[in-house]
């Protein structure tokens, strides 16, 4: 359709006073858990493009929003940072209901926290929501880096513990994460990316559940 073409059945549409209104975003609901300190609220900085914090300071609750576009929609997605301290256990599943994909996050400077991953996150998630789907994220992948040069330096004289990719991506597999991506919200790598899978994997699964809502529909009618 050419431009004037376009112009005139807009025009036309005016005339007979018909409102053309744009179609409604799609939203999804996106919570991050994670033990504390191990970067959640940096990588949301990152993503809203706002200042790397210097000081860690324990989240309560927050709450953001975000424009995304995926494959030429755009979607709205609903952040919220979730504090992983066990004063908070109580307190954080409120945060769960309606959402529509989890973030599960553990830094690569703290073996603790992956393994944490499957001692705590898993059983809580799967308790509140067992059929809302999970990905896997590492945080501060940069130190992983930074620490590999040293040891170059040192010539291997170090053993820190820092955890794997190869690891992470064990631990995807045995929880049923469906993405496993590792981030730096300081160097900003990899954490749109990071986002933009959670909103894939929400959408995909919305999908499924209209599928199976569907045949569940024409089974009913069938008897």
């Not at 004289?157 to 049923?176: H, K, L, R």
């Amino acid at each position: 359709m050419s431009i004037k073409t376009l112009a005139r059945a807009l025009s036309i549409k005016r005339d007979k006073g018909i409102t053309i209104k744009p179609s409604p975003k799609k939203t999804l609901n996106i919570v991050i858990v994670g033990d504390g300190d191990t970067g959640k609220t940096c990588l949301l900085m990152a993503f809203k493009g706002r200042q790397f914090p210097g000081d860690y300071v324990p989240t309560v609750f927050e709450t953001y929003t975000r424009d995304i576009r995926v494959e030429g929609e755009i979607i709205e997605l609903g952040l919220w940072d979730t504090a992983g301290q066990e004063g908070y256990d109580r307190l954080r599943p409120m945060a769960y209901p309606h959402c529509d994909c989890f973030v599960i996050c553990y830094a690569v400077d703290n073996p603790d926290s992956l393994y944490n991953v499957k001692e705590k996150w898993l059983p809580e998630l799967e308790h509140f929501c067992p059929d809302v789907p999970k990905i896997l994220v590492a945080t501060k992948k940069d130190i992983r880096r930074r620490t590999l040069a040293i040891m170059d330096i040192l010539n291997g004289n170090t053993a820190p513990s820092i955890v794997s990719y190869e690891e992470g991506m064990c631990t995807a597999a045995m929880i049923g994460a469906s993405r496993f991506l590792e981030t730096s919200a300081l160097c900003n790598d990899g954490v749109t990316e990071m986002f933009n899978q959670t909103a894939r994997v929400a959408l995909e699964e919305r999908e499924k559940q209209k599928e199976k809502k569907a045949k569940k529909n024409a089974r009913c009618c069938i008897m």
